[in-house]
């Protein structure tokens, strides 16, 4: 049975996918988040106009870059920044 909630909101799942994988698909985000591919382009959407990616044509694809060195949004974590975040999860 899939958990209802999860400590890690879907924008993190998102930036962690690319993060792991710059290039990777926005059909295979969506299954690995468990969210539509509309939802998908949204986050990355949003994500990108707050500057925490930018993305690159590469043929058909998209090669994303993760700023890394960003702070993370919340008040409770802001003193950290992204890298931490994914340093965290991909231990």
């Given amino acids: 049975m899939t958990p209802s909630w999860t400590f890690l909101t879907n924008h993190a799942h998102v930036l962690l996918c690319l993060a792991k994988n ?17 939802a998908v382009q ?29 702070p993370l949004r919340h008040s409770i974590e802001k003193h950290r920044q992204v890298h931490d975040l994914i340093r965290m999860i991909n231990k």
């Fill in 42 to 70: 949204r986050i990355i959407a949003e994500l990108e106009a707050d500057g925490y990616l930018k993305h690159q044509r590469d043929g058909r694809r998209n090669v994303y870059q993760v700023f890394s060195r960003k």
């Fill in 22 to 38: 710059p290039s990777e698909r926005i059909r295979e985000i969506a299954v690995e988040v468990g969210i539509t591919e509309r």
